[in-house]
């Protein structure tokens, strides 16, 4: 198959970020001057961002509300991508290569959009894609493949020409619900026989997505 187009994710496939989301109430708790309990990040997984929130005015009898949580919890999120957040090994190498090569790439991203564009701008991996796409510009999550078939559209190229590289299950069955070529990179989830059944190949690291490809 001849490459016409690369469509990356962002965080957890090229920025080393998932962390932070864990962590991002932890630290919000730690700028009051609370320590946190250390399974805060399970307790939380399963909630709503408001649902968080509210859990942390009762657990910890914050005097405010649920907005004010919620953008104390953001800053902290905005302030790792400004400052701190760094891209996974060997990412601006590939990305130098794959662009000197021709391939056309966009990234594809649920994240926000000022935290992505200022970590991109930041990290110097800006001038590597033709555009950055945002979920909320699309107005569908990746649950659908609506963010990767407009990804395809805007470079010209059919999905079937082009590999989608995503590190979850939800980017990697968006992938090949558009009609791309799914590879996944897993960060912190852990490949199951679905995943294996989605994806054109499941791949430990950035370089044996390099490997990969050059042999197509």
């Not at 914050?62 to 302030?79: N, R």
């Not at 130098?96 to 790439?105: D, L, R």
């Not at 992938?175 to 190949?201: N, Q, W, Y």
Request: negative net charge.
């Amino acid at each position: 198959m001849t490459i016409k187009g690369i469509i990356w994710d962002a965080d957890g496939t090229l920025l080393d970020s998932m962390e932070i989301w864990d962590h991002a109430p932890d630290h919000y708790l730690e700028t009051l001057g609370i320590e946190p309990e250390p399974n805060l990040g399970e307790i939380l997984f399963e909630m709503s961002l408001e649902q968080g929130a509210k859990y942390l005015i009762d657990r910890y009898h914050l005097p405010v509300g649920v907005a004010d949580v919620l953008e104390g919890i953001h800053c902290q999120i905005e302030t790792f991508y400004r400052r701190e957040v760094t891209l996974k090994p060997g990412a601006k190498e590939l990305l130098a290569e794959f662009k000197q090569k021709g391939y056309p790439m966009i990234l594809a991203t649920s994240g926000d959009k000022d935290c992505i564009r200022q970590a991109c701008e930041r990290l110097e991996i800006r001038q590597y894609f033709t555009e950055l796409l945002f979920c909320s510009e699309v107005g569908a999550g990746k649950d659908r493949p609506d963010i990767y078939l407009e990804a395809c559209a805007r470079l010209c190229v059919k999905p079937e020409n082009c590999y989608g590289i995503e590190d979850s299950y939800n980017g990697i069955r968006a992938v090949k619900a558009a009609g791309m070529h799914p590879i996944m990179v897993p960060d912190l989830a852990k490949p199951t026989e679905e995943m294996e059944r989605l994806s054109e190949c499941i791949l430990p690291s950035l370089h044996e997505v390099k490997k990969y490809l050059e042999n197509k």
